[in-house]
């Protein structure tokens, strides 16, 4: 009886200790896509922006999260499309969840074209490129 009671706690015990378990996943959802560059949004609170680096012959997609706290998808769009009627010299730098992100704004036949710059932080001596955007493809990204 005992080594039968002891055999049952010790079968008892593995089952609760083992060391695989199942985590709940974050609903995601794209809110916009266009060739090699895309947003997700993640939950009802944060968001990532992906895009594929141009300068990495392997194109791997890349990216930079931020929570959306005050609104701030309506202001990272807004930003973006105030560089579209600016055509700033100098590229906007801006900050998300501890990553800097510069926007690039350059006119290729008579059309002002963003590119977003970033250094990763596994390698902060490569910086990532994604191709031109549209003011159209930027639109489409974020669903306006």
């Not at 968001?47 to 997609?61: G, L, M, S, V």
């Amino acid at each position: 009886m005992k080594k039968l009671l002891l055999l049952t706690g010790l079968l008892f015990s593995v089952a609760s200790y083992s060391q695989i378990e199942f985590i709940e996943t974050t609903k995601t959802e794209i809110v916009g896509k266009i060739e090699y560059v895309y947003l997700e949004k993640i939950g009802n609170e944060a968001y990532n922006f992906y895009y594929k680096n141009i300068n990495d012959p392997i194109h791997e997609y890349v990216h930079f999260s931020f929570k959306n706290l005050d609104n701030d998808v309506e202001k990272l769009h807004q930003i973006i499309v105030k560089g579209f009627e600016e055509n700033p010299r100098d590229p906007y730098k801006i900050k998300a969840n501890g990553d800097v992100i510069w926007l690039k704004y350059t006119k290729v036949d008579g059309v002002v074209m963003l590119q977003i710059q970033q250094y990763v932080s596994r390698d902060p001596d490569i910086m990532t490129v994604s191709k031109l955007l549209t003011y159209e493809e930027v639109n489409k990204l974020f669903s306006k």
